[in-house]
């Protein structure tokens, strides 16, 4: 297989898996997920196949290896991504329901696969590409879930309307993608040059456009009165933004990335306050398990788990059914996750 056509099936097939996934309400469902999975398989046999096709066959003896996606490229993250598949597979062996683990970990797997393959056989301008259409799909998703939030577009499958979305089931997972999006679009902002392109109207004209895709997911994002994505867009963003100094990519216009904080106070201020600010007082309910102190119970739970189950869990994806044994008293409430990512 020619290096072109190679090239091209997985930018397609990677292209196309990151525009379905968001689209098919976050793929966390089995019918969508699946789908993703097959497709990740196909291209992770493509790969092996087309190496071992280069180490054994012409190109080894002809001495022919340009091929960047001939070999493995390593980084700092493969060690602790192998630690973490290798637990979770460890874990499924002692689940206490093991159905729920194997898909659990063949999700896992996809995703590390997607990540094996990006690092090992895109260039930087496919990569700059991924990052393009990830900021496209983030900022058509915003403009579509404003349309909803604003009562012009339907979106029945999720019923509180005071929520923002999109094409999500859950506001939470929408405004998780947006939290990944926003700095990918930051920094892609950051790293145009004027050098590299064509003309100056280029090169504002980009510019603009990524302040405009800036300012709509930022306004999705509120809307999404999503407290958690709240707080960690505002970490992250600090947490870039003293990288970028420290590194000497930036200087002044660091301020460029506080700036966000504009369209974000604007959106919050625009038709939205008295929802959002009732979502900023449901943090003290005390009843409500969605609320800090609903949670507090949650989290203490699941320090009694991981007490009697410090090394393996009770199995990846099985918290549902673990939980219950756990569950302290004064809640109700059928806690499908520990409500923190950590």
């Not at 398989?41 to 190109?59: D, E, M, Q, S």
Request: hydrophobic residues 50%; positive net charge; proline residues 3%.
């Amino acid at each position: 297989m020619r290096t072109k056509t190679y090239k091209n099936i997985l930018w397609f097939a990677i292209a196309g898996v990151l525009v379905f996934t968001p689209l098919a309400r976050g793929a966390v469902r089995l019918w969508s997920i699946t789908p993703v999975e097959a497709v990740v398989a196909v291209l992770v046999f493509l790969w092996f196949w087309r190496v071992n096709n280069r180490r054994f066959g012409k190109g080894k003896i002809e001495g022919v290896n340009k091929d960047r996606g001939d070999k493995f490229r390593r980084t700092e993250l493969d060690l602790p991504l192998c630690l973490f598949v290798g637990l979770g597979g460890i874990s499924s062996l002692f689940s206490i329901y093991k159905y729920v683990s194997v898909l659990e970990m063949l999700r896992l797997v996809a995703m590390g696969g997607v990540f094996d393959l990006v690092v090992s056989n895109f260039s930087r301008r496919m990569g700059l590409r991924l990052v393009t259409l990830v900021i496209i799909v983030g900022t058509g998703m915003s403009v579509l879930g404003l349309g909803q939030y604003f009562g012009s577009l339907d979106h029945s499958w999720w019923i509180p309307n005071k929520f923002l979305a999109s094409t999500y089931v859950n506001h939470n997972h929408f405004a998780g993608y947006l939290e990944l999006a926003i700095p990918l679009a930051i920094g892609v902002a950051i790293g145009l040059k004027r050098d590299r392109l064509s003309s100056v109207v280029q090169f504002f004209s980009l510019r603009a456009g990524l302040i405009a895709a800036l300012i709509i997911m930022s306004a999705a994002l509120v809307f999404s009165q999503s407290r958690g994505a709240w707080v960690c867009l505002t970490v992250s963003l600090m947490v870039m933004n003293i990288v970028l100094i420290a590194r000497r990519v930036l200087k002044k216009e660091s301020l460029l990335i506080f700036l966000l904080l504009i369209p974000l106070g604007a959106a919050y201020i625009y038709g939205g306050y008295d929802d959002v600010s009732e979502r900023l007082g449901t943090i003290e309910e005390i009843n409500d398990e969605g609320s800090l102190e609903g949670r507090k119970k949650i989290w203490q739970g699941s320090i009694d788990m991981i007490k009697d189950n410090p090394l393996i869990g009770t199995g990846i994806g099985t918290f549902v059914w673990g939980f219950p044994a756990y569950r302290p008293e004064g809640l109700s409430a059928r806690a499908h996750y520990a409500h923190n990512d950590y």
